[in-house]
């Protein structure tokens, strides 16, 4: 059968499959640390800043989703937020802190990625949906951006790799 690969024996880094089969493998390694990196520093950030994290004030949660509110997709959705916006605020920010480690680590990594796609849908149909032209907002980029780690997970380098692993080696007796 020509067109169809059959040698699947081998392992990644000894070389035998070549640096293009080595470079596909670990393609979304690279996406899955700046992801991780980026919303461990947002949340971080987030929580950090005193001026953020208040309900009224040049720079706050609350007077930046009064000030989205009007071109938001889902205004609805700013309203309940508005509801308790420090407690948005720190819910967001923790959620990105959660969702920054787990993806690090590779943790769980496509339930992660799931919640790091939510966490930039809700921020896009919010805060950059009147973004004109669209792809000056970050949250569309980042939400397309989630898509292959859903689909994927973190099958390599991570924790989900080790805790597959031992499944495996505990279902062989090895345990």
């Not at 899955?32 to 990196?37: P, Q």
């Not at 461990?40 to 004030?57: E, N, Q, R």
């Amino acid at each position: 059968m020509t067109g169809i690969r059959m040698d699947t024996r081998g392992t990644r880094l000894n070389g035998r499959n070549g640096w293009r089969d080595t470079a596909a493998h670990y393609a979304l390694l690279p996406l899955r640390v700046f992801l991780g990196v980026t919303f461990l520093y947002a949340g971080l950030d987030k929580i950090t800043d005193s001026t953020f994290m208040k309900a009224v004030g040049a720079g706050s949660i609350g007077d930046t989703m009064r000030a989205a509110r009007g071109t938001a997709a889902l205004p609805a959705l700013v309203d309940l937020a508005l509801k308790s916006p420090v407690g948005f605020g720190y819910a967001i920010a923790l959620g990105e802190l959660a969702v920054g480690i787990a993806t690090l680590l590779g943790l769980l990594g496509r339930l992660a990625a799931l919640g790091g796609a939510l966490i930039s849908l809700s921020l896009w149909l919010t805060m950059s949906w009147a973004t004109t032209p669209y792809y000056y907002g970050n949250d569309l980029a980042y939400l397309m951006a989630w898509l292959p780690l859903i689909l994927a997970g973190a099958p390599y380098l991570s924790l989900d790799a080790v805790r597959r692993a031992r499944g495996r080696r505990g279902a062989l007796g090895y345990l």
